[in-house]
């Protein structure tokens, strides 16, 4: 049977364009959108109401804490957190316990995964055994075993010629790295991005120069060895220049931010609320403007959640001893709708940012509405108001910091392969 969804608000980050029309999907794949679809003989319809329908989000550097961790968050809890936020495809991270570094660990998540999570689940691999950062991986097995990138995550590793060795044979396999562009030395016990607010507290603080430092280190290392490079979080204006110059040098790089660093700033911290501790650690009021600028030229190219799960245990600590990190995947696209309501950026940018590029970088088909492509879809209101309750998230841990505050957009019903994977009581 066909599925035909009418009435609805289509938004397609590809020819940056919102209109209303109908979308068509036969065998999990979409057939047809635009304003005219014909539907054939038993179909289901689906009357959207004018509401918004847009493709899947693909959501790169979702942390699962599986193995080691599952009290944390399950490849289950994960899986129903993404549908419930309309996230298709998680792209997760490999900083788990033990660190997903070998091929037999590889296969046990994504067997986890394929039993449990209701959406499309890609794992990253560690770049280094361990994540120590001394030797590197068994990438070409890692590979055929399921691999789609490989990083270290903020274990960034300050051996510069091993690093240059693993960009070197990454690039000869046509592999994918993920850096996280921070100097450990600068950040390293760091709580608070160093200026007026973080001296006032009393906070140990790092200068936003270090992620400008870390940036320019592996710059240099894409040019020497020609890697294809995805820097997981920009979150100062000091790092832009670089990352500009490094794209009209015509290296293969792309950035990322994450939807904390877009919507938040250091004051939020106020009085050390450490559910505010992320990490890089939050920046200026400037910083956060300039990003946003960044994403809407394109010079950033992916908006993430960087869902880092933490239990009441390690956030209810002096903000300094805090575990860093903040659940997003159910609230990364009413976050990520506060930018489109306060005219920073488009229906069509956000989905630009949040599943056409993650899906481009990664070499999915998803993150669009053209025939052929899969029909991982979200259907939301982009206006309906709610007060976040952190109990009603599906996660296991509860680490917002959008806990209590007012927003706006509803997911109403998620599809993977054009089936319904969730859809609101």
């Known amino acids: 049977m066909s599925l035909l969804f009418t009435n609805a608000r289509l938004i397609d980050p590809e020819n940056q364009t919102e209109v209303l029309g109908g ?31 847009a493709p899947g989000i693909v959501d790169i550097g979702v942390k699962v804490c599986e193995p080691g961790e599952r009290h944390k968050e399950s ?29 037999e660990t590889l296969e046990f998540v ?19 055994k361990g994540r120590d950062g001394r030797e590197m991986t068994e990438f070409g097995f890692l590979l055929d075993a399921g691999a789609v990138a490989f990083s270290d995550g903020d274990n960034v590793v300050t051996d510069h010629k091993v690093l240059s060795r693993a960009f070197t044979y990454a690039r000869s396999l046509g592999a994918l790295v993920i850096g996280h562009p921070q100097d450990p030395g600068l950040s390293k016990g760091a709580a608070a991005t160093s200026g007026k607010f973080a001296s006032l ?6 200068s936003p120069m270090a ?49 904390h660093h877009l919507t938040l700033n250091e004051l939020d911290v106020a009085n050390y609320r450490t559910f505010f501790k992320v990490k890089p650690p939050l920046r200026s009021e400037d910083d ?28 209810r600590l002096p903000f300094e001893e805090a575990a860093a990190g903040a659940v997003a995947l159910e609230t990364l696209l009413p976050a990520a709708l506060q930018l489109v309501h306060a005219g920073h950026l488009s229906l069509a940018e956000i989905f630009r940012a949040m599943a056409l590029n993650p899906a481009k970088r990664l070499g999915l088909p998803s993150g669009r509405l053209m025939p052929g492509a899969p029909a991982d879809l979200v ?20 680490n917002t910091p959008f806990d209590g505050q007012k927003m706006q957009g509803k997911v109403l019903a998620t599809f993977v392969a054009g089936k319904a994977v969730y859809r609101r009581d």
């Open 201 to 206: 507290r009393g906070l140990p603080a790092v």
């Open 23 to 53: 979308l068509l999907v036969e065998d999990g794949l979409i057939v047809d959108a635009g304003p005219d679809v014909a539907a054939p003989a038993r179909t289901e319809v689906i009357d959207c109401g004018g509401k918004c329908l």
């Open 379 to 398: 259907l939301f209101d982009a206006d309906a108001p709610f007060v976040l309750n952190r109990y009603d998230l599906k996660s296991k841990s509860k």
């Open 288 to 315: 956060r403007l300039a990003i946003i600028e960044a994403v809407k030229t394109g010079l950033i190219d992916i908006i993430s959640s960087m869902h880092t799960p933490q239990d009441e245990e390690s956030k």
């Open 211 to 259: 992620e400008r430092m870390g940036l320019d280190r592996d710059i240099a290392l894409i040019e020497m060895t020609g890697v294809k490079y995805h820097a997981d979080q920009i979150t100062t204006a000091r790092a832009l220049p670089a990352l500009q110059r490094a794209k009209k040098n015509g290296f293969d790089i792309t950035a990322g931010t994450s939807i």
């Open 110 to 128: 994504t067997r986890r995964a394929n039993e449990a999570a209701p959406v499309n689940v890609m794992p990253i691999a560690a770049l280094t």
């Open 75 to 103: 490849y289950k809890s994960a899986g129903l957190a993404a549908a419930a936020g309309g996230v298709t495809t998680m792209v997760t991270r490999p900083d788990t316990t033990p660190a997903i570094d070998n091929p």
